[in-house]
C-alpha cells in the first residue's frame, strides 16, 4: 500500500504502443498496453480521491489522445485502453459532481 498525503492535481498521462493486427497480437503486449494507459489510472484516481474529498478540492486530468475517439488499424489495445480511459474520466466526473473534485 502506498501512502498519498499531498494530491492536489492528478495527471494520468501513461502510454505505450504496440502495432499488430489482431489475429498477431501478442496477449502480453495487450495485457501491458491496458496496465499502463488504462489500469494505472484507475489506481492512481482511487487512491488519490479520498484526499481530494477530505481537502475539498482536487483536480484530475486524464490524457487520452485522438485514439480515445476514433480507431486506427493495429493500434486495438491502445485504441481500447484510450477509450476505456474517456469512459472511466465521464465516470469519475459524474461520481464527484457534488464535490469540488473535478474531472476531465
Known sequence: MYACEGVDILVNNAGIQHVAPIEEFPVE?????IAVNLTSAF????LALPFMK????GRIINIASVHGL????QKSAYVAAKHGLIGFTKVTALENAHTAVTCN
Open 29 to 33: 503486449k495487450w495485457d501491458a498496453i
Open 43 to 46: 489506481h492512481t484516481t482511487r
Open 54 to 57: 477530505a481537502r475539498g478540492w
Open 70 to 73: 476514433v480507431g486506427s488499424a
